[in-house]
């Protein structure tokens, strides 16, 4: 599907990194939210991931889109919150499908071998051919929150739904719609609540993922859920040191360890600045780094997207606030939590989003705002 192509919002001063922060996503026409990469990446993952090595997560808020360096896609949202599907190679940037008013198309995308592009807007989820024909998959009957969603190798498709306070869902191939496990189902939402992210799918074939709100502290939780809906909750944030409000998906090493990040927490009380953590397959959850760290907050405040690994165990991500000018920064973790600043984003605001690495190394994500 031919579009006009719209261009891409640049900073002059900081053109080169912008064009390596810059893949295939949704956004919402202005701003980019997650990403995905035709390259094979070298980090760890969930079996699902590694499977997707020619494609990966990806996600910007509002249209589907082709973007910048190596053939890249996903979707954005404009401030009316109609968003589009774009697509950019070698500089071009082309929108593949507009969303109608207020789909608010958000999360990240995901591609199966065809070329099908996957993805969840308010109320649908839907799936993009290569020819830019848009195929409603389902209607959620109690609304649907925009979000992720993860595939399996049958095709099956599974994310979370706005059933009560969140419910994980499977979509097969042939549109059977059934729900696997609804979260607040035990007294003081001690299961958790508020799903966030998207479920990943470990080798032993049940889902792993996180809640917002609820556990033993209403802080979020660390779940598991089997393909028979039986639910455990395997690590409930106490909201002090050990990171409280998780925000985004999960994240698979070849051990089995997940990794993830907080909103809040970190510090002595609720009201800290975020964490990285590391849940181990026993239950054992570490704190890999502990953010505000430093003076002024230089090494970031309050990570909102997924972590990645590389094959090294070194951990990436970004926050979206701090570092030298409050606008976030893009960071790297050793296996031992010791923190280096990729890129502070002076005067390139709210960096928290999700990043992807191609086999050289280099990193691409969104930005929320130019300015």
Do not use: W
């Amino acid at each position: 599907m031919d579009a006009p192509t719209p261009s891409l919002p640049r900073c002059p001063c900081e053109q080169r990194h912008l064009a390596r922060f810059f893949l295939r996503g949704l956004s919402s026409g202005k701003q980019p939210i997650a990403l995905q990469h035709d390259e094979p990446q070298d980090y760890a993952g969930d079996e699902e991931q590694q499977k997707q090595r020619k494609s990966g997560p990806l996600g910007f808020h509002g249209e589907l889109f082709r973007t910048e360096i190596r053939l890249e896609v996903g979707v954005a949202e404009d401030v009316s919150h109609h968003g589009h599907v774009q697509d950019h190679d070698a500089g071009k940037l082309s929108v593949l499908y507009s969303f109608p008013y207020r789909s608010f198309p958000r999360g990240t995308l995901i591609r199966d071998s065809a070329g099908n592009l996957y993805g969840q807007s308010i109320g649908v989820v839907f799936k993009l051919t290569p020819a830019g024909r848009f195929i409603v998959l389902h209607t959620f009957t109690a609304g649907g929150p925009p979000g992720s969603l993860a595939r399996d190798s049958a095709g099956n498709l599974y994310g979370y739904d706005g059933v009560g306070t969140g419910s994980l869902f499977k979509l097969t191939p042939s549109g059977a719609y059934s729900l696997l496990y609804t979260f607040c189902s035990q007294s003081n939402c001690a299961d958790g609540s508020n799903p966030v992210g998207a479920p990943i799918i470990k080798s032993d074939g049940n889902f792993y993922g996180n809640t917002s709100d609820g556990g033993s502290l209403n802080n979020g939780t660390i779940f598991e859920v089997t393909p028979q809906g039986q639910e455990t909750v395997l690590y409930s944030f106490m909201g002090g040191s050990d990171g409280a409000n998780p925000t985004s998906k999960l994240t698979q090493d070849a051990a089995g360890n997940l990794y993830g990040t907080t909103y809040n927490g970190g510090g002595n009380n609720y009201y800290s600045d975020g964490v990285v953590f590391k849940l181990t397959p026993t239950g054992v959850e570490s704190v890999l780094y502990a953010f505000c760290s430093l003076s002024g907050c230089a090494d970031g405040v309050e990570p909102e997207g997924p972590v990645i690994l590389d094959v090294g165990g070194n951990v990436y991500g970004t926050t979206s606030e701090g570092g030298s000018t409050n606008d976030g920064v893009v960071f790297k973790l050793s296996p031992s939590g010791e923190e280096t600043i990729i890129y502070d984003a002076p005067g390139l605001p709210g960096v928290g989003t999700a990043v992807v690495m191609d086999k050289s190394g280099n990193l691409y994500g969104g930005k929320r705002y130019v300015r």
